[in-house]
């Protein structure tokens, strides 16, 4: 499984793992990739879907400083409303789904949709790649020096 940690504010990955598949890879990847994050002294937030809404993965972030903007299960959630009382948790929402574009990108034009490569760290090197090339035509839009659409 891939996982990516995406800034909410120019839609640039920031982050990259590659992990076995299986039921908790997601969450666990985020908080090491959170872990990993610089300036642990400035608040942050991340925004996930509902898969994240557990206590482990919550009270996680919280360790980390980090503020968990996580979809709320209808029914059973760990979410509770120190986290969906914000107006940035509303903004959080919206902007997480941007994170499927850089997925897309990288299934169609970076050729990971079906991969060739065996093991965990070709794949990885392969993703990083990927992330990569995808962060620079994200700029190249962002800062007017090409129309991405025709890359």
Not at 1 to 8: G, K
Not at 16 to 32: D, N, S, W, Y
Not at 33 to 54: E, F, I, P
Not at 74 to 82: E, L, Q
Request: with cysteine; proline share 1%; aromatic share 6%.
């Amino acid at each position: 499984m891939a996982h990516i940690l995406m800034e909410n504010r120019n839609g640039l990955i920031v982050d990259v793992q590659i992990t076995h598949a299986r039921g908790t890879a997601e969450r666990e990847a985020a908080l090491a990739m959170l872990g990993r994050r610089g300036n642990k002294n400035k608040r942050a937030t991340v925004g996930a879907d509902k898969g994240y809404d557990s206590k482990t993965f919550i009270e996680g972030c919280r360790k980390l400083k980090v503020t968990p903007h996580v979809a709320a299960k209808d029914r059973h959630s760990a979410v509770d409303a120190r986290i969906t009382r914000h107006e940035g948790y509303k903004t959080s929402q919206k902007v997480r789904k941007r994170i499927e574009e850089a997925f897309g990108w990288i299934k169609t034009v970076g050729g990971l949709a079906k991969t060739k490569l065996i093991g965990q760290a070709k794949l990885t090197g392969q993703a990083l790649l990927c992330f990569a090339t995808y962060n620079l035509v994200r700029m190249g839009s962002i800062g007017g020096w090409w129309d991405a659409h025709h890359a």
